[in-house]
């Protein structure tokens, strides 16, 4: 079965990725193809199999609280975009307080 | 002398006897990377300054008499493995710009063992991919043929050491990236178990596949390397607390009496008859040398493994992914308003492939499809895993050839995503498992190498070390060089 437009484009936006109308049709031929090869994952009897998440057997991991140097503010904004006075510059994120 | 196809043993010798110093050394590879690059297109960066001053400092401290065996040998670093200061790009577009404020534990360690870092290696845009053209700045060429793919994605890598621009390289694996380009490049490549050697600082791919892990001309190299990088770090929670063994002290070339077993579904349909020769004839060498050998082992989930990894893989990519939003690093483009702006910075920062995985991996979690793909792909992880447990209680380790082809030719399966996903079919049912695999170049087919891949129980490296080991020094198809 093949995608559809509207699943590759309901897909893009639940990842918040934009999408040209090319990739959208590109990646709905190439991805049909790869979801019709999982189909062979249907011959294992996976009743009472549990699922391995990682490869090695973990449980928690702890470890003791210790304070400790950071990284400084300018070493983290280094990278940023954009910033102001110390922060990461965003966009508005609620509507009407674009100020 | 010619300094730039120097193993690190042979390089240890001639700075310990003072022969040679780190400085001639970096120099000759700085000379033999400006030499090469323009043919091959192995680093993102080339780091000569860095280099030179830590050559330097190498240099004071062989003469103090406090080194390592890495001390002051030239080494290139995958670019996704995080370098304080140095630019770590994963071949993105995305991360083009980035210089980490830190670097990785395996990067760390080996600055305490005195290395000369001489650059950061192209790969598959954040490692997704088999053949370096996934690269978002230019592709990578096999030194072979450089009309071929070097493979992925690890590519830079392993063309730096296949072609004397580092002595040694460190890259990672999820699928395959270190042991198929390995393969593909005639050089030595190991995926340690997981959890063997930390992925603080490795650039998050798929968190419960990935491993970081050495390429080499010689496995007696790789051994070297991984007595400096492997070990317990607690800023990764998911290394293994079990002490770091000297892995020299496996270089013992016997195999007498080994119990070996060569999964016959690793012989895929469409596999070169030139590669399956190559194979044959290398496990009929390690009969020879002593080992037993049971040609008709059966893995039969060995089917189920590429679909349960391009699951599981892109879902996790999916979710390690969603940092890239444009505000705290990397690309960022404007939109009309913020979530405008963050899908228009990752659907221009993001090259095809990684769309795809993305893609990918989001249909897999989405509500109405998690159990019929990513969970059934979990439990089908379970099935492959137990595969290979009940198969080492009757074998000490498994042959198998790294991968059913020889390099293809660059531009043959990029715009094909499930033949190029076909390429890794001998190598991601280890990540899948955890379990390590060590490729050796193990013959030539139509003047191109052929690994041979070596699969052991979980940390049981030195297993496969001395398996390798053996071999090379049975073989010499680890000392041909590529005509450039």
Redesign the interface.
């Known amino acids: 079965m093949k995608l559809s437009r509207e699943?590759?484009m309901t897909?893009?936006a639940?990842?918040?990725?934009?999408?040209?109308e090319e990739?959208v049709e590109?990646?709905r031929d190439?991805?049909s193809?790869?979801?019709e090869?999982?189909?062979?994952?249907q011959?294992?009897d996976?009743e009472n199999?549990?699922?391995?998440?990682?490869?090695?057997p973990?449980r928690n991991?702890t470890?003791e609280d210790r304070a400790a140097p950071s990284?400084s503010q300018s070493?983290?904004l280094?990278?940023?975009?954009?910033q102001e006075d110390g922060s990461?510059r965003?966009?508005?994120?609620l509507e009407g307080e674009g100020n | 002398m010619n300094l730039h196809y120097l193993t690190i043993g042979q390089a240890r010798r001639l700075l310990a006897d003072r022969e040679v110093s780190s400085v001639e050394l970096t120099k000759s590879m700085l000379e033999r990377i400006s030499a090469t690059e323009d043919k091959v297109h192995a680093f993102v960066t080339v780091t000569a300054d860095e280099a030179l001053q830590q050559a330097e400092a190498a240099d004071r401290r062989l003469a103090s008499g406090e080194t390592t065996p890495l001390t002051g040998i030239p080494v290139q670093i995958k670019d996704n493995i995080c370098t304080r200061g140095i630019s770590t790009t994963c071949s993105s577009k995305m991360l083009q710009?980035?210089?980490p404020?830190?670097d990785a534990t395996v990067v760390d360690k080996l600055n305490a063992a005195g290395m000369v870092m001489v650059g950061k290696g192209n790969m598959d845009e954040f490692a997704m991919g088999s053949s370096n053209e996934h690269s978002a700045f230019f592709t990578t060429c096999n030194p072979w043929d450089l009309t071929r793919v070097p493979g992925g994605s690890s590519g830079g890598p392993a063309v730096g050491v296949a072609c004397g621009e580092a002595v040694y390289s460190l890259g990672s694996d999820t699928g395959g990236s270190i042991r198929q380009p390995a393969g593909f490049c005639g050089v030595v490549g190991l995926k340690p178990?997981?959890?063997r050697v930390s992925r603080y600082g490795l650039v998050a791919f798929a968190s419960?596949l990935d491993q970081i892990g050495p390429l080499t001309r010689e496995v007696t190299d790789a051994a070297l390397v991984m007595n400096a990088i492997a070990g317990h770090d607690?800023r990764d929670?998911?290394s293994?607390g079990y002490p770091v063994p000297d892995y020299t002290a496996s270089l013992v070339p016997d195999i007498k009496g080994m119990r070996l077993g060569v999964p016959r579904e690793y012989f895929v349909e469409g596999m070169q008859d030139g590669v399956r020769r190559a194979i044959q004839d290398a496990i009929a060498k390690l009969e020879e040398l002593g080992a037993s050998v049971d040609w008709e082992v059966s893995l039969p989930?060995t089917?189920?493994a590429?679909?349960?990894y391009?699951?599981i893989a892109p879902s996790e990519a999916?979710a390690n992914l969603?940092r890239y939003?444009?505000?705290?690093?990397?690309?960022?483009a404007d939109?009309e308003?913020?979530?405008d702006?963050?899908?228009?910075t990752?659907?221009?920062g993001?090259g095809?492939e990684v769309?795809?995985r993305?893609?990918?991996g989001?249909?897999a979690l989405?509500a109405g499809y998690y159990d019929a793909?990513y969970?059934?792909?979990?439990?089908?992880?379970?099935?492959i895993?137990q595969e290979f447990e009940e198969a080492f209680q009757r074998y000490d380790a498994l042959i198998t050839p790294t991968s059913p082809t020889v390099p293809f030719k660059i531009g043959e399966r990029v715009n094909d995503?499930?033949q190029m996903?076909l390429s890794d079919v001998c190598t991601l049912p280890i990540?899948?498992?955890?379990?390590p695999g060590l490729s050796v170049p193990a013959g030539f087919a139509d003047g191109l190498p052929v690994g041979m891949q070596i699969l052991g129980k979980?940390f049981a490296e030195e297993t496969l070390f001395r398996i390798g080991h053996a071999y090379q020094q049975a073989t010499a198809w680890h000392e041909r060089k590529p005509d450039i």
């Open positions: 699943q590759v897909i893009a639940l990842c918040r990725m934009k999408l040209s990739e590109r990646f190439q991805l193809a790869v979801l090869s999982f189909e062979v994952l011959e294992c996976t199999v549990p699922p391995t998440a990682y490869p090695i973990l991991v470890r990284f070493d983290i280094a990278n940023a975009p954009r990461f965003v966009k508005a994120v | 710009n980035f210089v404020p830190y178990t997981y959890g419960s607690p929670s998911t293994a989930h089917r189920h590429l679909a349960a391009y699951i999916m969603a939003d444009g505000v705290k690093y990397g690309f960022s939109g308003d913020i979530w702006a963050m899908e228009r990752r659907g221009l993001f095809p769309k795809r993305i893609i990918l989001t249909y989405s793909y969970l059934k792909a979990l439990k089908v992880r379970t099935l895993r995503p499930l996903y990540n899948i498992a955890g379990i979980p």
